[in-house]
């Protein structure tokens, strides 16, 4: 018989039915004349209880001795539970053991801190709270995708390997297919990348922007959603070196649309995690943030802060004695800062917009001040930045400027300056960090918890 996730026997199964199930052992309660078992198959937070009696084919040799860890497949007919939060137990005609763990498994039924669960990454997904973070990540997923194809966005694929640092910050990871002990030299001595693999050299990507940029100038409206990399020495709860990006990039508009674009885009995220990943929510709301429910209906429910970056200065000034970082106009914002402007004094998400332009990247469009460019930051609780986003310069002549100003090479980008060559137009968008939004929509503390295999400096295990 074709064996039933939880979820859907939760959803569809009536009492009375024969069902099969496979999953995992959490736990074993002998009575007399038989077994509770809770089974579990991560399809959703509950388990099943399986009722096991002693007269089951292999009921002293195996079913009685299973361990929590072991795996099963259960076939019974389902019956209204009379426990308490659940619906249906299954009593058990059959039981296949498919392996019985020992006793060292290292998940026992207890609880565990985040830092030893992050050492057995590839058993953690088992735990009920990486579970939840799995299925909550796919869930979002699926539903970004779906934000951008009802609103007539086009997903592009835009390329992991590139020659183009699309930051300006040097921070990026080499990719070469050269031997490293003993590299092909030029005349003066220096690594020849011209005899590696692509003739140059070559990086991981740290955005997809400017590509996207070229299929946005074609097709109107697009979107990215792939995997980042950034070599930054940032060990912090909230920097990962290998994240999941997601960047839409809009032909024709401006910043003013493209801000309202990331507020609609956050509250109707905020909205599918309450309405469509109840469950986990739920969880996350009980065991990890009392407050995660409010924030995230805050959220979905109430309009965005605006600010422009000097109005935002001009308030923080007032709270500089309890900054560890001091600011005045021209300093970049900290996450103290950033914290402190949408958790304290707004209590709800805010965009800062019209940064200083020696703090921002070279591709911001210049305001008529020449100070400033039209760069904008969504900045939501507990987590500080979540979204950076820009207008970007269409103007051929300013940008080559900036480009030189910034020390960076002007052939490095001849493809990007042609965007604004050959039917450039004003066009803007913004890169949403999805590790940071999963932060923000479970609730939970450390970024190197949201992601399957956490890649930090140190760390690339698994
Ligand atoms: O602000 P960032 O650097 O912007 C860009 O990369 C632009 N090219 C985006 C665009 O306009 N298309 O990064 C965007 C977001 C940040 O707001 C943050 O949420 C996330 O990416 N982010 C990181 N997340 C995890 N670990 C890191 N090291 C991150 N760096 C940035
Ligand atoms: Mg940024």
């Known amino acids: ?210 590509e996207a940029e070229c299929y946005a100038l074609a097709l109107g409206k697009v979107y990215t959603f792939g995997p980042t990399f950034r070599a930054e020495n940032s060990n912090t709860s909230r920097h990962l070196a290998e994240f999941w990006m997601i960047e839409p990039e809009m032909a024709f508009y401006e910043l003013l649309q493209d801000m309202d674009l990331a507020e609609e885009f956050v509250r109707y995220l905020a909205r599918h995690a309450l309405d469509a990943c109840r469950e986990d929510i739920d969880f996350f709301n009980l065991r990890i943030e009392k407050t995660l429910i409010r924030t995230l209906e805050n959220i979905a429910d109430n309009q965005f802060v605006r600010l422009t970056y000097t109005e935002a200065i001009t308030e923080l000034e007032k709270h500089n004695e309890t900054f560890e970082y001091k600011v005045s106009w021209g300093a970049d914002l900290q996450s103290e800062h950033e914290r402190f402007l949408t958790e304290q004094v707004h209590k709800k998400p805010v965009i800062v917009y019209n940064y200083p332009k020696a703090i921002k990247a070279f591709y911001m469009k210049l305001n008529d001040d020449e100070k400033t460019v039209r760069a904008m930051d969504v900045l939501v609780p507990r987590i500080g930045e979540l979204i950076g986003g820009s207008e970007r310069e269409d103007r051929h002549d300013v940008l080559v400027n900036r480009i030189r100003a910034l020390g960076l090479d002007v052939d490095d980008y001849r493809w990007y300056l042609d965007l604004r060559k050959f039917g450039g137009a004003p066009h803007a968008g913004f890169g949403l960090g999805f590790e940071r939004l999963l932060l923000l929509m479970s609730g939970m503390q450390n970024i190197r918890d949201v992601i399957p295999f956490p890649r930090y400096p140190g760390n690339a295990e698994f």
Request: glycine letters at 10%.
């Open 1 to 210: 018989m074709q064996q039933k996730s939880i979820t859907k026997i939760l959803q569809q199964g009536t009492a009375g039915s024969v069902v099969t199930l496979c999953g995992w052992v959490r736990t074993r309660r002998d009575a007399k004349t038989f077994s509770f078992i809770e089974l579990h198959d991560g399809s959703c937070m509950s388990g099943m209880q399986i009722v096991a009696d002693n007269s089951l084919p292999g009921y002293d040799d195996s079913i009685s001795k299973l361990t929590t860890g072991s795996s099963i497949c259960v076939t019974g007919s389902l019956a209204d539970s009379p426990g308490k939060g659940q619906k249906f137990e299954v009593q058990a005609t059959s039981i296949t053991v498919h392996n019985r763990a020992p006793e060292e498994y290292p998940l026992q039924k207890k609880r565990h801190t985040f830092e030893y669960l992050r050492e057995i990454a590839h058993l953690r997904p088992r735990t009920n709270s990486l579970g939840a973070i799995a299925r909550l990540r796919s869930s979002l997923s699926y539903a970004i995708h779906t934000f951008f194809q009802q609103r007539g966005f086009i997903c592009v694929h835009t390329p992991i390997i590139t020659a183009s640092d699309c930051e300006g910050a040097g921070e990026m990871f080499r990719v070469s297919a050269l031997d490293a002990h003993n590299p092909p030299r030029t005349e003066g001595g220096t690594v020849d990348f011209g005899k590696d693999f692509f003739g140059k050299e070559a990086r991981l990507t740290v955005s997809g922007q400017l």
